[in-house]
Every structure is written in C-alpha cells, then in structure tokens.
C-alpha cells in the first residue's frame, strides 16, 4: 500500500468515529491528485468463490469506502459467466437487486447468508485454487479490477 492510501486509510478510519458527532468529515487534503476527476476510493479484500455444486457461484468480498460519500457497486462482470448478479438475502430467499450501497468511510461485507454476487449460468468448471479475475463497476470510483480464488465450500 502506498504512503498516500495509507494515509487515506487512517483518515477514513478517524471519519467513520467522528462522524457519529459532527458532520462535514472531510478526507479532502493537499496531496489528492485533482487531476483525476474520479479517485478510487473503494478497497476490496477477502474476495474469493466458494466452490460451485451446480451451475451458479456466489462470491463474497469485503469492500471499504475510504471516501467521505457513499459509493455504489453497480455492475460486475467476469468471463466465467454473461448473466453476474446482486443478491441479497431475505428471509433466506436470494433475489436480485440493482446496486448495492457501500457506505461513506465504512465497509460492506459481502458473506454467506447476506449480500452476494451471483455469477449464475457458469460458462466453465471451477475448482478450489482457481482464480477468477472480476471486473467491479462502482459509481463513484469507476472499474476495479479484483481477483477472485475458489475455496472450499467451508472457508470464510
Ligand atoms: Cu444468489
């Protein structure tokens, strides 16, 4: 991690307990590079597959919004599937949903049982230590490229 997302980081970190009593939390400092009209300011971790028993994977990930707004996951692509969805879970029922919400200077946990993306129709066969490379499309801070590894049905 560079010095300056380091930085970025503990910013967030100070927001997300400050901004309980004041609002207007800034990240904005001297060093941001202003040329680039959309920073990235998303941070994904721990993203993998479980292995797949039928046709569709979900996938699971941590995603930080380093940022003082709130972003949104729009769109997911990858080349193990043409139809790659949201899901979130009610009442133990998956269904589709258009975006998710990743909120200002805080985290979104994608984990069995909740949030999801579904890759469904899976154009190949996946096995435990594959990595799948998957393009995530965020309003704010544009496509991240994130890879994906395929774990047993039991991991975390
Ligand atoms: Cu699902």
Redesign the pocket.
């Known amino acids: 991690m560079s010095r300056h997302a380091q930085s970025q980081k503990l910013i967030a970190a100070a927001c997300a307990g400050a901004t309980l009593l004041i609002t207007g939390c800034s990240t904005s400092n001297a060093s941001r590079n202003t040329e680039q009209p959309h920073p990235v300011t998303v941070t994904v971790a721990n993203s993998f597959i479980p292995k797949p028993i039928n046709g ?1 994977a ?1 996938g699971f990930m941590i995603i930080t919004n380093e940022s003082d707004t709130v972003d949104k996951l729009l769109e997911v692509k990858a080349d193990i599937s043409d139809d790659v ?1 949201l ?1 979130e ?1 009610r009442d133990g029922k ?1 269904q ?1 949903v258009r975006a998710f919400d990743i909120p200002a200077a805080n985290s979104r946990s994608l984990s069995r049982g909740g949030d ?3 890759f469904m129709n899976l154009k190949r066969d996946l096995n435990v230590g594959d990595n799948v490379q998957v393009h995530l499309i965020f309003e704010k801070s544009g496509p991240v490229d994130v890879t994906f590894d395929v774990r047993e049905r039991t991991s975390r």
């Open positions: 569709n979900g969805q899901h879970t998956m589709s999801h993306v579904m």
